[in-house]
């Protein structure tokens, strides 16, 4: 059932939004945008089971798939704070079933904030032979803010599963993110975490993903790419652990420095069965002068050209 | 009529002068090529003029436009002008074709891209959301460079060896942009070895270890190929076959 709301508060969180906001105004695509605690808007599709729970500083949110629905559009979410401070609390429970296949994309819109703590927890659990693809991209002001991102997310990824989950922050300041994320990964399931992040001023950028290949040939791939300048600092911690037969993973960052900002990639890998096999991969350094030199004969400035190479870098294809 | 001047350019690095002494001069609107072995400074003069940071300490003056430019960074001479197509050009993940494009022009107009695109023989449909990264051949990305150029539309492009890494095909297309650059009026600073593409350029002249010897026309420049470098005593004979030096003096 579909329940738009055409107010101010509906228009302003469309308003601020790039790519997506002709997905949230299309009736043939299933969404959800919470402003801090209250539902703006919701159009559900045959298939999904939403109840939202308006708690005083957020809400908790129930996504049921049922068994056997492949959804062909990916389902939007938007949480939103046009408040300029506050706290909003969101607590989320993904539940697949078997041999569903659903894509969610969520979007963070942050961009009047000034104080604003966003404060998630997001429990998943994918039923056999399903895949679920998660997408979170934040919209943050570009100004200095006092802004706070804490996620936690728990992926249980069943027999055969499939589940990637990539997180991203390339515009506007950041602020201060801390986030964690694990999978745990049953026999011939898939994980893949992503990472994309461009830190500048003064933001604080923590990152802890996880993925534990408990299955026989259960497979994960761990990704960053994260960009700081001015004096940003990042520190990324990827763990993947590989317990059952054949399992199979990769370990990889990229982290690009510039001014006084500062990166630190801390990866670790474990293998306690002589089967499995998991690799790891580490870059840090400046953007490449000759890609910049090369730019700027165009009349850019250093700071326009290394821009424009950190966005691409950035850019998930 | 004067559009560049390098007088006396010397540059010392690592304790040695890889410019010993280049003087030379170029006029508005022609290709003028600067011609010599492997290693005899000819990149040096594009990475000293274009003002590549650790090529910018130099004795000697760079004149353009009548004013000199020594204390002018990249980004400074690219917007009174000057721009380089590098022997190697660099990638870049995640860009898109049309979005290095509209760097060049500053906004987005199809019929220019698609235009810019095919007088360097690429498709504009094939191309043009393709990323300009490793998926792309060099001579690829060397065509897709030249056509940003070609947008950029400067009053002087360095051309440092545009035939190197090209097939022969795509060399005709590059040697089309030459003509191109030339009907426009954009200056050319040619820098090569190969003398199939010196015959494109007007005039030039010869460096050999730091130092411009000989300032002319073409057919003045590769008289002095049969002969050995004063300074080094390099064969010029031996670098260039016979019969092309043959073939350029009868016009060919």
Not at chain 1, 35 to 63: F, H, M, P, Q, T
Not at chain 2, 9 to 25: A, C, D, P, T, W
Request: proline residues 2%.
């Amino acid at each position: 059932m579909a329940k738009i709301y055409a107010n101010d508060i509906f228009e302003k969180i469309l308003s601020t939004l790039e790519d997506e906001k002709d997905a949230f105004l299309n009736r043939d695509i299933a969404h959800l945008i919470i402003n801090k605690n209250k539902v703006i808007s919701s159009n559900l599709v045959y298939g999904i089971r939403v109840e939202v729970e308006e708690i005083d500083n957020g809400a908790n949110v129930l996504l049921e798939i049922e068994d056997n629905v492949k959804m062909e559009m990916p389902i939007f979410v938007c949480f939103a704070m046009i408040h300029q401070k506050g706290l909003q609390e969101v607590r989320t429970n993904v539940k697949l079933g078997n041999n569903s296949h659903v894509s969610l994309i969520s979007i963070c819109n942050f961009v009047d904030g000034n104080e604003i703590l966003h404060d998630s927890y997001t429990d998943i659990e994918l039923g056999e032979n399903s895949s679920y693809r998660y997408f979170e991209r934040h919209y943050h002001p570009n100004v200095s803010s006092e802004i706070t991102i804490k996620a936690k997310t728990l992926a249980k990824v069943g027999y055969n599963a499939y589940y990637k989950n990539e997180f991203e922050i390339t515009k506007g300041l950041i602020g201060s993110v801390d986030l964690e994320s694990e999978a745990i990964v049953e026999d011939y399931g898939v994980v893949e975490l992503g990472m994309y992040m461009y830190g500048r001023e003064n933001d604080k950028i923590k990152v802890k993903e996880k993925g534990l290949l408990k299955g026989n040939y259960s497979r994960g791939f761990l990704y960053s790419k994260i960009a700081v300048k001015d004096q940003a600092e990042a520190d990324i911690y990827s763990d993947l652990i590989a317990t059952g037969k054949y399992a199979k993973g990769h370990v990889d960052c990229t982290e690009i420095v510039k001014d006084q900002g500062r990166a630190r990639a801390i990866p670790i890998i474990e293998v306690r069965d002589p089967t499995s096999h998991i690799t790891h991969e580490a870059a840090l350094g400046s953007v490449d002068s000759k890609e910049l030199q090369t730019l700027m004969a165009k009349g850019l400035t250093e700071d326009e050209a290394t821009d424009i190479i950190i966005q691409g870098i950035l850019r998930r294809k | 009529m004067e559009l560049l001047k390098f007088k006396d350019v010397r540059l010392e690095k690592e304790g040695k002068y890889i410019l010993q002494r280049v003087n030379f001069s170029i006029n508005r609107g022609e290709i003028y090529a600067i011609v010599g072995k492997n290693g005899a400074g000819k990149s040096t003069i594009a990475y000293t003029l274009m003002g590549i940071p650790s090529y910018r300490d130099i004795d000697g003056k760079i004149i353009f436009e009548g004013k000199e430019i020594n204390n002018l960074d990249i980004t400074q001479r690219a917007n009174l002008g000057i721009t380089l197509l590098w022997q190697e050009p660099v990638r870049y993940e995640g860009i898109k074709v049309k979005e290095y494009l509209k760097l060049s022009l500053k906004k987005e107009d199809e019929e220019k891209f698609k235009e810019a695109l095919e007088l360097v023989g690429l498709n504009y449909r094939s191309y043009i959301d393709r990323y300009v990264d490793n998926s792309l051949s060099g001579g690829e990305r060397k065509r897709i460079e030249l056509a940003a150029i070609y947008l950029l539309n400067p009053k002087l492009v360095i051309l440092d060896e545009p035939d190197s890494g090209i097939d022969i095909e795509a060399i005709n297309y590059i040697f089309n942009m030459l003509n191109i650059f030339k009907q426009k009026g954009t200056t050319v600073l040619l820098i090569t070895h190969s003398l199939e593409v010196l015959k494109r350029a007007d005039r030039g002249t010869l460096i050999c270890c730091g130092v411009s010897y000989i300032e002319g026309d073409i057919n003045r420049l590769t008289e002095y190929f049969g002969t050995k470098c004063p300074y080094c005593e390099v064969d010029y004979s031996k670098i260039l076959a016979k019969e092309e030096i043959l073939n350029l003096k009868k016009g060919d």
